[in-house]
Each structure stands twice: as C-alpha cells, then as structure tokens.
C-alpha cells in the first residue's frame, strides 16, 4: 500500500516499487540489444514481482490499475533520443515519479518538468495491455535536451531529489533518481551520473537484495561515524569452489581435507570459515585452533584447546545415550592412559566422568606416542557419534615438532573415515629456511589433501569489500577502488587497516548534507604509506592515547591472547583498569573481546606483532619478567601447597620469565627461583608427553643458573642437568645427551649422582640401534655398580644359578611375590632397566646372554622389590625355563608376570611383558587363538602407553600366528598388506625386520590363494614381493629361517619340492642358532616332518635318513601335545600317521582319522585340509578309489574354506584326473565327513569298487 493509504509506509512503498523498476531497466535492455521481435510494442511479464498489493495510478484517470505488463512505446525513432544518457534520463523523470511517495499531478511538479513537458512520464507506461501512444508523449528533441542542460535543470534535479527526501525516502533512491536525471547535462554530467543501463541495473538488485545495505539510510551519528568493513569472503570464488568439491569428496574416501597457504593478511583464516559454514550445512561440528608466534604457553596447548572445545560440543549437544555409549567407548580405548590425556584435555573428564571418580595414574614407555594414539582414539570416537567433524589449524608455520607429528597421527588414524574434514593453513612466505616444517608437509603429501595457495585480491574484490563498507554502489567505489588496491597491493589486511587509518584521517566521510560516505581522492593518491602492513600497524599505533598503546604491549606480552584471569593479575599488579583499557583498543579494531572464551584476543598476529614492536627489547625484557613473576606469586598464593596450580597459568607464568630472560633479573635469588620453576615445568611437560618442550625448559632453567651453581645449588644443578640429558636422550639429540652427561660426571660429588646420567648415554645408544656399542656400554655400567659379567647358556656356574633360582621361586608362592614391597631406590631402578636393555640388545647380537640376564632380573626384583620392570623379569625367566623344557613352571611364571601387569604402577611395559609371555611362553599351553587375541591387546597396550616397537610386534606377531592357527587367508592377506603399509614409512631397522618377515607372510598368503606365479612378480597390489626384500635384506640368521619355513610350507602345500629338499633342515637351523621356538617355527618343524616322511617314501635311496628326520620331529611334538592337546594334538596324530603310512603300518588309516576329527574340532581349517589330502593319498594307494577321492574333495573343500583357492584346484586337479569325475557333483560338504569314516572291516580285507 502507498504511504497515502491506510497501512501506508514509506520504506515499505519503495521496496514494494523497486522491482517494477529494475522490470524497466531490464525492458530497456533488451530493447537496446535488439533482444525483442517487435520493438514498437514489446511486452515483459512481470510474473516475477510478487506485489499483488501494489498499483500505478495512471496520470489522470482517477482509476487505479493493477499492472499485469509493462511495455515502452517506441515512436518517432532516430534522433538524439537514442543516445544512452537521454534514455536514463528519461527512465529517471519515470522513476521519480514511481518512487514519489504520494501522487504529484503536472501542476504540482518541478519547473523542470514544465519545460520538458514531451518526456515520458508514468502515462506512457501502458497498463492491462494498453499502450498510451499520443503524441504529448513523443521523445524530447535534441533541443529539448540542450535546455535542460542550462543551470535551471540542475535546480530542478536538487528540487526533485529533495522533494523525494523530505516524504521519506532513502538517500540511496534520492541519489538513483539525482544520477539519472544528472544524465540531462551530457558530457557535463557529474561523475556520479549513470553511464549504462547495467549499472542501474546492478544498483536496483543490490537495493532489493541487500536493503540494508544499498537502500537504507546511515544511521545518523555525527559524532562517531562507524565504518563496518564487510564481514564477508571476497574475491575467493574459485578457491571456495575447491573446498566445496574437496567436502564433497570425503564422503567417497578420496580427500580429507585441504591446506590452504600463502602471505600475511591474504585472508586464510577467513576462508576456514567457509568450511565451518559448509560443516554446519552438513550437522556436523567444526572447531579451530591457531598456533602462536610466541609458541604454545602449554604442551600440546594448542591441539588440547581444539579438542577441548569438541568435547565441550559433545557434552552439550548429545543425549544421554550417546554420553553413556562414549564413555563406554573412550574407557575401553584409552584405559588407565586417559588421565595422561586429561592433562591437555580437560573437558575429557566430562565425558569420562566414571573413570575419574578415583584417582588414576598413567604409566607410558613413550608418552608422546601414547599421546597421539589416545588423541586419534578421541577423535575417531566422537565421530563415530556425531558424523560429521571438521577441525582447522591455522598458522601451521608455527606449531612445535610435537604438535606436527601428532597432526600427521590424526591424519593417519583417519584415513578412510569420511565423517573427518581437515582444514590447515601456513604463511609459505615463512616456511622457505623451516626445514623440520618442509619436511612435514611432504610426509603428508600422501594423504589426499587438496593444496589451494592464496595470491592477493582483484581490484573488482577490492570495489566489493569497499561497495559493502561503505553503503555504495561499486560504479562509485570503483575509482577509490583502484587507487587502494594499488597501494595495498591488493592484501585484504592491509586494505582493511588502510580504510580504517583514512577513516580515522578524516580522507574517508561521512556527507551528512547528502547522508552518504564520500572520500577526497586527489588526498588519499598524494598520501604517503608504508611499504608494508606491520610499519602502517606501527605508525597507526603511535597515534593512538597513550592508555591504548600501553595497554596493547601488555597485551602482546602474551601472544595471540589473554585471558581474563591474568588481565585481572596483571591489573592488580600495575594499579590499573587493564580490562577497561583493552576493551577501548577492541573498539578500535585491533583486538576482539570473546567473552565466550574468557580472552581479549589480536583481530591479527600481524597487530600482535606491531604491538610487540611498540617496546624496545629491554622493556619487553622487563615486561616479560614482571608479568611472569607476578603471575606466580599468585599461583602461590592461589595453592600454597603445591607450588603449581593450573597448568596454563603455570607455563605462561614460566614462558614469561624464559621470554625475559636472565638479563632480566633484578632482584638476588631470583635466577634461582626461575631455573626452579623451569625444572618443574619441564617435568610437568614429560608429564604431558612433550619431551622437546621439556628439553627447551630445562635448558632455560641451566641458562638462569649463577656462576658457581654446581658449589652454592648442587641439588638443583644436579636435577636440571640429568634431565635435559634424560629429554635430549628420548628426543635423541646424542650431542646434547654427552654434553650434559660431561657436566653431570665431572661436577658430580660421588657415583650414584652420576649413574642417572650415564643411562642416558647408554639410552641414545639404544635409540640409534647402535645394539653392539648399547650392550657394551650397559655392561660397563653395570659393572661400575658391582654387578658380575654375564655367563653363556651352558656355563656350569650360570646352570647352577637358574637351579638355585628355580628352588627360590618354587618355595614361593604367586601371592608372595605379588604382594612384595615396591622397591624405592632410583639406582635400584636403574640396575633393572638395564639389564631389560641388555635383554632386546642381546636377542639379536648375542643370544647366549640372554639366560645370565633374565636370571639377574629376577634376581635384583626378588631383592630390592617389584618395579615396572618385575613382569619382563618373570616372563624372561619364564622365556629361559620353555627353553630348556621346564614348560609348567615356565608357564606359571608367564601367567604371573601377567598378574603383576593389573597393577597399575607396574604396567608400563605391558607391551612388552604381553609379547615376551604368549610369543615364547604360553603358545605352548593355550590354544593359538586365544594367543592371536592376546598379542592384539598388548598391541594394544603398547599403544596406550606410547610403546611403538612393541605395540607393532604383537601387531605382526598375531598377524604371524594368525595364519598358523588357520584364519581365514582373506582375512590375513588385508592385515598383513595394511600393517606392511603402516610400517612401510617408519624410519627403525625393527621396522625393516618387520617389512621383510611380513612380505614373506604376504606373499605365501597370495601365492596359496592365487598360485605361486604371483612369486614371480615385483609388487603385488602396490606391495614388494619375497623375492624383491630378499635381494635386499642383510644375511641374518632369522630371515633366513623364516624364508626356509615359508618356502617349505608353499612347496609341500603345491607339491612342488623342486630345490627345497635340501633346506628341509628347520629344526637344525633353529638349534645352531639357538633360536627360542615360537609358533611361526614349530609350523616350519612341522612341515619339516611331514615333508620328511613324504620324501622318505618318495625317494628309497634316502628312506631311512628322511625316516629319522621325521621320528624327530614327532618325537618333539609328542612333548609338545602333553602340554596343549588342543594345539598339538592333531599335529602328533597327522605325522603318526604318516610315520606309519611310510613303514606300510595299516594303522595309519585309524590316525589320519583322528586326526581329521581333532583338527576339525579345534577349527585348524588349514590342517584339517592338509589331513584329508594325505589320508586320500593314503587310501588311494591302496586302491580304495571312493573313499580316497572323498577324502580329497573335503580336503579341497577345507582348503577353500581356509581360503588357499590355489590349492584346491590342484587337489580338484588330481581328483579329475586320476578318477574322471566332476568334482562340481560330488559329496564333500562338511555334513560327509562322517559318512567317510562310518564303521567297517579293516582297510586290509577291504575289496575296492571302481568310483
């Protein structure tokens, strides 16, 4: 309705008008691009305006018409009405009138109008199909249009502008109707004139699009103008277009995310937004985390802070139910280790509210690899519930070698998950000379990420950003437009400091004659700037009172952010109002308040960095060592107890001081007082997992010792010295290790202040897989405490010792040693992790020792007490005793450092003692399945506790015994092949040992499920096969054992014994090494027996030797079958079989059938084949034809079953060929076994019929 009607409203009657306009304009168009047939007449629909409230009245009538079409009479042609600016101004007398707020008749009008009385008004805008054609509304003349040129039509335009203005309408349309009625005057027209149809065009869809905008007045202000720059993502189309096609992608495994990178200021963190916004879209959740210039106040800080905000997220926005099935999840995944986690994470304990009613102790070999496994078990954990999770890091350039490797975990731990969107950003103008940074970001180059690099806006960008800030049309930003691009260079930071610094000269403002922003842009092209962001950050700053600039260099002392809580310490600390001053400076742009999160944060790290630069260094100095010594009077205060009360207030109370450095200091004993505060902020950083921050900390804290420490602060020189060498040991820094160690020997008052140090110099040994120079440096160690050298297996002293220790353990009960006293003594504790290191040192350079070890480990723990190393002393003893055949006692003690493990302070090497147990002790007696399930948990457990060798042992060793058990070969084939990828990158020579033992597996796997042509290949699905690795694998004796195995085991399975019978000799090769039996090995001996038996029969000359191989064999697994029938009983009975079958015993036939049944019933699938195929062989020697191929076709069935398809065929091969049968329509499914074995006479008074 019309503001003359009942419900009237001005503003409302504009917008109601504007589409009939941009209807006009668009007419118009068409018409002048020959668009329209019939030029005369032409009509456009304006189904498209949804105004059914709205009408025209025609000049007149009196009568009110609904308009339906609109259409421009063309008449008379030709003329100078065809030039583009008598055309707008015409549409502009149309348009005046359409946006008068109430009807004008001709009388009331303008002067100006008189005396153009030819030109179109709204009459000649035909309504209901109806063309007003009369010639009172032909087109103006060209000498019309020169008189309107003269001084009295500039008048009129200001009478028709104003007359619109006073009934309320917006300065915008005001100003649309002035610029086109300013076309009148031709090449004299004002710089604000139209120039095209276009560009009114645009202006009236900015105005229906965007009221607020385009349309509506500025607020009325005088005295603080605002000038709010636009909020939205410019000139980034293309790159948006990336990371909506890259989301999309996820959900199809083929892109995890994107990495955004280039200069300062070129708007990475805005576009980051657009994946939030996009996140939304899909209901997931998005959080972000930046890292800081001035590094992470806090360990792992940064990452604990995004994580920390998705458990807050999670907290509020789920059920009951999935809080309940999260926690449920988490305690299972993250067990006793998640406290180690709560520390970075605190709202942790919002979704494990159970596991921390009491009190928990976390216990890690590695806790920076615990930490990173139990952050990708959080992760994977809340988006298996919510579905959808996006995280973003910013400033990537700055983050700490910790926090890049735990992001590589993550990346890792979720690949293949599409529920999981990564978004990073780096400057990579700062990363040229960074090369631990370079050479993370080829690490991840193998996971798909899409790379976008960020170059500087356009000027159309910059006419945009400006259109938007300043309420305008971009046809009249366009000029400033260019002149700032060209200074800014086209930064959007700098762009957007540059506005506000001419805003704030007064180059950019507010016409409040006409209500719109304008510039002087003769002044802003003659004004000088700096030739980068930070020196015009800089320069603006120094104008600003002296409170802000004050109040932004305390500010930067803290980085990207303060929060309240030390704005507060800090206020009390200078007597001033540091809030009321900071939220002053977040009126002027340069940082935001988030009360949200508590912080006054930097609009930018580059303004951070500015602020910084305000203060010469020693005042920063100063400032720093102020800020951090106040900030820990009032942790004291806050917990007088303790010393340290909340984390982050601690380490920034730390970094502080570090910031100030020893120069700093002022005041006597305060050097002291912060090297004291660096010894236990470095320890609480291993605490946290984050040895190289605990490295920098401690090295601070020798940096504030005085000249003299080691006399007038022995203890405290002492402490940091043995543990920067301990952190430089677990980072591996070898030189700092010995430099230290140095100190700590020739400083040292006696030798048990030195072994602490010592071990770290035989640790990094360790580390750097030097195993020979690791062993002889343990040994000397061990003998300056006054330990005995190490006696070989066989040494009559070290055999009277295992006696006198089996005497000692049998007059003990399990309850006894598990209730033993914890031992107390640190050198005590050294002694024992020693010789843990001279046991995985000496299993591969000197095997012998290993017997003399394990009896001193349990030994030295009978002695002084249990520690974390008590279950790998009693599972090495163990390991001695399975040895030598002790197997129950060995058995007894396995399960007993198993027991010692539910002891929360003695768990940490869990891993190890579960390996070390079931790889060498309790095989022998629990059934192999139970084996494979144990090894995954202390995979398990390895990664739980940081364990990483350890954790990817059990992990081979299940996938190992796996197939000696008999599981499913598809199964093994996809664990071997992802866990050969997994340690395909891993720079250790284990991890070597490991590839190659696992692509021997690989390959047997394939070649039984496919054929043994694939051993003639390369590379299998992108893997190495055995006969790649071998060519390159050193000559050590556990390779080749475990070629011979496989081979055998492929060449018997084939039948295909060409070469092989000569290295039918894994029992010898396994004595001459000394090499401790394991299931993988026991599997080679038995294929050793049986391949000896078939050579026996298959070659007289050699019978009686191959005969004596195999009753060798046997014999060793009868031993074995007294202890676990369940593993070894069908093994004993197939070989008594074939031991008989060879010396003609017609027995045979009754043991190849309980054998059959046991493998059967303790689901060896794999062996039940094996079974079937050589009792078939068996009977069809003996001409019972039916029976036999029955026996095959199960066989062949049980091999496919256990999924060696390559072997099946062979045997269906046989079966097709020797009986001429189909195998397809033969009996043979597992219901037939019985009715091959049902009772008969003796296999000797048998008569066969042909099948």
């Known amino acids: 309705p019309r503001p003359d009607q009942q419900g009237g409203n001005v503003l409302e009657y504009i917008q109601s008008a504007l589409p009939i306009a941009l209807k006009l304009t668009e007419c118009l168009i068409k018409e002048e691009r020959g668009d329209q047939p019939n030029k005369r007449n032409t009509s456009v629909p304006l189904s498209s305006i949804a105004m059914a409230n709205v009408f025209l009245r025609a000049m007149g009538s009196g009568v009110s018409h609904s308009i339906q079409h609109v259409w421009i009479t063309n008449r008379g042609g030709g003329g100078d009405y065809s030039q583009v600016t008598s055309r707008l101004f015409a549409l502009g007398i149309v348009l005046y009138e359409l946006f008068s707020v109430d009807h004008l008749l001709q009388e009331d009008m303008p002067e100006f109008f008189n005396v153009t009385s030819n030109l179109p008004t709204l009459n000649a805008i035909g309504l209901n199909n109806e063309s007003r054609t009369d010639d009172h509304y032909r087109r103006p003349s060209k000498k019309s249009h020169r008189q309107l040129s003269s001084s009295p039509e500039g008048n009129a335009i200001s009478q028709c502008t104003a007359r619109l203005k006073s009934k309320g309408a917006p300065s915008s349309i005001c100003a649309l109707v002035g610029n086109l009625l300013d076309c009148s005057n031709g090449e004299f027209s004002s710089d604000d004139c139209y120039k095209s149809f276009q560009d009114l065009q645009l202006d009236l869809k900015l105005m229906m699009d965007d009221p607020f905008c385009f349309l509506d007045d500025i607020p009325a202000n005088p005295m603080q103008p605002l000038l709010m720059l636009g909020d939205k993502i410019y000139g980034r189309e293309e790159e948006m277009k990336v990371i909506k096609q890259s989301f999309l992608l996820r959900n199809e495994g083929k892109c995890c995310g994107v990495i955004t990178k280039g200069g300062a200021g070129v708007g990475k963190s805005k576009l980051a937004t657009y994946v939030e916004d996009l996140t939304i879209q899909s209901n997931g959740y998005f959080a972000m985390a930046k890292f800081d210039q001035n590094e992470d106040v806090m360990p792992l800080s940064t990452i604990g802070s995004l994580f920390n905000s998705l458990c807050n997220l999670f907290v509020q926005s789920s059920t009951p139910a999935e809080l309940e099935l999260v926690e449920e999840i988490l305690d299972s995944a993250l067990s006793n ?262 912080v006054f944060r930097f609009s930018h790290d580059k303004i951070e960095q500015a602020a910084h630069d305000l203060m010469p260094e020693q005042q920063r100095r100063k400032y720093h060592m102020r800020f951090g010594l106040a900030l820990f009077s009032n942790i004291l205060n806050s917990y007088p107890n303790a010393g340290v009360g909340d984390d982050e207030l601690f380490f920034a109370a730390v970094n502080q001081t570090n910031s100030g450095g020893p120069s700093a200091v002022t005041k006597t004993g305060q050097k002291s007082l912060v090297a004291g505060l660096n010894l236990k902020a470095g320890r609480r950083a291993i605490e946290l997992s984050d040895y190289r921050a605990a490295f920098k900390l401690f090295k601070h804290g020798i ?81 300056r405490v006054g330990e005995e050298s190490l006696r070989p297996l066989g040494d009559p002293k070290l055999n009277i010792e295992i006696q006198d220790m089996n005497s000692v353990l049998l007059n003990m009960s399990d309850e006894t040693i598990l209730n033993m006293e914890k031992t107390t003594s640190d050198k005590n504790r050294i002694i024992l992790k020693l010789y843990a290191m001279c046991l995985s040192a000496f299993q591969y350079i000197n095997p012998s020792l290993k017997a003399a070890v394990s009896v001193r480990l349990v030994s030295h723990t009978l002695k002084t007490g249990l520690s974390a190393m008590s279950p790998i002393a009693f599972a090495a003893y163990g390991e001695l005793l399975a040895g030598i055949g002790q197997i129950p006692e060995a058995c007894r003690l396995g399960r007993l450092a198993m027991k010692l493990l539910q002891k929360r302070d003695l768990a940490t090497q869990s891993s190890h003692a579960i390996f070390l147990v079931h790889q060498t002790i309790l095989w022998l007696s629990d059934p192999l399945q139970s084996i494979v399930d144990a090894h995954l948990l202390g995979q398990k457990a390895g990664q739980q506790s940081g364990d990483v060798v350890l954790s990817n042992l059990n992990w081979h060793v299940s996938i190992v015994v796996s197939i000696v058990a008999g599981y499913e070969l598809n199964d093994v084939a996809e664990k071997s092949t992802f866990y050969i990828r997994e340690v395909q990158g891993l720079e ?162 009754l043991f190849y059938e309980k054998a059959i049944q046991s493998a059967r019933e303790q689901k060896f699938t794999h062996e039940e084949g094996i079974a079937s195929e050589l009792a078939g062989m068996f009977y069809h020697e003996k001409g019972l034809h039916q029976k036999s191929s029955q026996l095959l076709l199960h066989s062949a069935r049980s091999y496919e079953k256990w999924g060696a398809l390559a072997v099946a065929r062979r045997v269906k091969g046989f079966i097709e060929k020797q009986y001429g049968l189909d195998v397809s329509q033969m009996l043979g499914d597992d219901d037939a076994l019985e009715c091959i074995f049902e009772p008969s006479e003796s296999v000797s008074n048998k008569r066969q019929v042909s099948g």
Not at 1008 to 1027: A, M, Q
């Open 337 to 598: 280790q998640a406290d180690l986690l709560a520390g970075v994470v605190p709202a942790l304990k919002k979704l494990m509210p159970s596991a921390f009613k009491n009190e928990i102790s976390s216990s890690c070999v590695d806790s920076a690899a615990s930490m990173r496994y139990l952050f990708g078990k959080l992760l994977l954990t809340l988006a298996s519930i919510w579905g959808q999770i996006s995280v973003c890091i910013d400033d990537l350039q700055w983050a700490d070698p910790a926090s890049l490797l735990l992001i590589s975990y993550l990346m890792s731990s979720a690949a293949g998950c599409s529920s999981i969107f990564f978004t990073f950003s780096y400057r990579d103008d700062e990363v040229s000379d960074n090369g631990r940074f370079n050479a993370w970001l080829y690490s991840i180059s193998s996971f798909p990420v899409k790379v976008i690099t960020l170059k500087e806006i356009s000027p159309g960008s910059v006419t945009s950003i400006l259109s938007d800030s300043l309420h305008l049309s971009p046809r009249l930003t366009r000029p400033l437009a260019s002149v700032l691009h060209h200074k800014t260079r086209g930064n959007p930071l700098f762009l957007r400091q540059l506005i506000e610094l001419l805003r704030e000269q007064g180059l950019i403002f507010i016409d409040w004659s006409h209500t719109r922003w304008t510039w002087d842009l003769n002044k802003i092209i003659n004004t000088e700037l700096h030739s980068d962001v930070l020196a015009l950050l800089v320069s603006e700053m120094q104008g600003l009172p002296t409170d802000l600039q004050f109040g932004l260099k305390v500010a930067s002392c803290w980085g990207s952010c303060v929060k309240y809580s030390i704005v507060d310490i800090l206020s009390e600390e200078l007597k001033v109002d540091l809030a009321a001053i900071l939220k002053k400076v977040c009126k002027r742009s340069f940082m935001t308040n988030i009360s949200d999160d508590a």
């Open 703 to 783: 940096s504030f010792l005085e000249n003299g420490h080691w006399t007038t602060c022995y203890k405290l020189s002492l402490d940091l010295f043995n543990a920067v060498a301990e952190a430089a040991c677990v980072i591996n820094d070898g030189d700092a290790v010995k430099i230290y160690s140095d100190q700590v020997v020739a400083h040292a008052n006696c030798f048990d202040d030195k072994i602490n140090c010592l071990y770290s110099t035989t640790q990094v040994l360790r580390n750097s897989e030097k195993l020979v120079d690791c062993g002889d440096s343990a040994m000397d160690l061990l003998s």
């Open 988 to 1149: 250790n020579q284990l991890f070597a040992g490991f590839m190659i033992f696992s692509v021997l597996l690989h390959s047997t796997v394939l070649a039984l499920k496919e054929g043994l042509h694939v051993l003639e290949l390369d590379h299998i699905y992108n893997i190495p096969t055995e006969r790649v690795v071998l060519a390159e694998a050193p000559p050590k004796p556990m390779i080749e054992l475990q070629t011979k195995i496989y081979r055998l085991s492929r060449a018997f399975l084939f039948r295909q014994f060409d070469e092989v019978a000569v290295n039918v000799d894994i029992s010898d090769t396994i004595a001459k090494h000394k090499h401790q039996l394991n299931p993988l090995y026991l599997h080679g001996v038995l294929f050793e027996g049986l391949a000896s038996f078939y050579f026996a029969r298959e070659r007289p000359n050699e019978r009686l030797k191959w005969i004596t191989k195999g009753d060798s064999v046997l014999a060793r697994m009868r031993g074995l079958s007294d202890h676990s029938s369940w593993n070894w009983k069908n093994k004993t009975l197939l070989l008594e079989a074939e031991r008989m079958y060879t010396l003609r015993d017609e027995g045979a036939a």
